[in-house]
């Protein structure tokens, strides 16, 4: 299973991005999806998690300007970045539990390559 992360890139405070990330093949499907944030000088947090039924969970620094969200369809969860800040810098990752699709086995945890994201002010 390989997530494909994209989306990131340079934006001014307040401005706005979204991040995909795709599970790829027809083979795999998308539990729980999650995105990470690794910034400058922090240890890696949490940003947002979102589970198969669609329940979130945010973290408190981006609670009400970040929506995950998550299309089955199309293997893919989206981290919707509003209003960015300064110390949203960082490398956002996504990490999912794959199943396989038709089945519902669970084959494992899986990160993506990260996508750097750079909020200038």
């Known amino acids: 299973v390989q997530l494909q992360a994209s989306g990131g890139g340079l934006v001014q405070a307040g401005g706005s991005l979204r991040l995909s990330c795709a599970a790829s093949?027809?083979?795999?499907?998308?539990?729980?999806g999650r995105w990470y944030r690794r910034s400058p000088g922090k240890q890696r947090e949490l940003v947002a998690s979102?589970?198969?039924?669609?329940?979130?969970i945010y973290g408190d620094s981006v609670k009400d300007r970040f929506t995950i969200s998550r299309d089955n369809a199309r293997n893919t969860v989206y981290l919707q970045m509003n209003s960015l800040k300064s110390e949203d810098t960082g490398v956002y990752y996504c990490?999912?539990?794959?199943?396989?699709?038709?089945?519902?086995?669970?084959?494992?945890?899986?990160w993506g390559q990260g996508t750097q994201v750079t909020v200038s002010s």
């Open positions: 990490n999912a539990d794959a199943y396989i699709m038709g089945t519902g086995v669970r084959v494992g945890d899986y």
């Open positions: 979102i589970t198969s039924d669609g329940s979130t």
């Open positions: 093949g027809s083979t795999f499907g998308i539990n729980g």
